[in-house]
């Protein structure tokens, strides 16, 4: 019996190790991300004499946005450093909107020039990773196009189901919500968002969709809607993920 005990505390041992190991390289990724885009917000506003001259910052800027900004790893880029990347992407085009009838403009037009190369691919990088997130950068903000898609899994995920669930239940909750932001309109009873989520399921087997479509469908049987239907629906999808 003790050594069950003690083989199963190894066992434990060595799973929250793999999970603390996984864990610290994810934050590590978002600390270095962090940093870089630390880096594009000095390079963009900042003061420091190493970009004093226009010429150096934008060299700078098409450095970051050609070699940088592309290995920063999707899984930990968010609608956060999207924005902070969208008040980047204003600052340079601004550079872009000199009076061309002024004399600086006439004597700056090789700086606006190269202001607008950079301006062009930080909007394509801003869109890329905006569109990445379901969102679209427009001048208003940023506007969710479409219901976000779940984080792909890791190449290596921990073969245990409890060490983070609480974590994952955040996660579940967070696609709830922006998947109601994205149904706003008056018209978008939740009836029609469980349809959307059903056939969502059906094709991709999301098991945040399938949360939440029972989720719904438990509030609005509460309530006194009819929603036997939708319910013998969701467990044919359930039975026919568990048989294949």
Not at 9 to 28: H, M, P, V
Request: aromatic fraction near 12%; glycine fraction near 4%.
């Amino acid at each position: 019996m003790a050594t069950s005990v003690r083989a199963l505390f190894i066992e434990l041992d060595s799973i929250l190790g793999d999970f603390l190991n996984a864990y610290g390289k994810k934050r590590l990724k978002r600390f270095e991300a962090s940093e870089q885009l630390s880096r594009l917000r000095q390079m963009t506003f900042g003061n420091s004499r190493d970009y004093w001259r226009l010429e150096d910052r934008f060299r700078a800027l098409e450095d970051w946005f050609t070699q940088v900004g592309p290995r920063i790893p999707r899984e930990v880029f968010d609608r956060q450093m999207v924005q902070e990347v969208s008040q980047c992407v204003e600052k340079i085009s601004s550079y872009c909107r000199t009076d061309s009838h002024s004399e600086a403009a006439k004597t700056a037009w090789t700086e606006k020039s190269r202001a607008e190369k950079v301006a062009s691919m930080a909007s394509a990088y801003l869109q890329e990773r905006s569109l990445a997130l379901g969102y679209e950068y427009t001048p208003m903000g940023l506007k969710l196009i479409r219901p976000p898609e779940k984080a792909a899994k890791a190449e290596n995920p921990i073969e245990i189901k409890d060490v983070d669930i609480k974590e994952k239940f955040r996660e579940s909750l967070n696609y709830q919500r922006e998947m109601l932001d994205y149904f706003h309109r008056p018209e978008d009873h939740l009836f029609t968002v469980v349809g959307y989520l059903l056939d969502t399921i059906e094709k991709t087997g999301d098991e945040y969709a399938d949360h939440m479509a029972a989720s719904i469908l438990y509030f609005m049987k509460q309530r006194g809607y009819k929603v036997e239907p939708y319910v013998q629906r969701l467990k044919q999808l359930n039975r026919k993920a568990k048989s294949s």
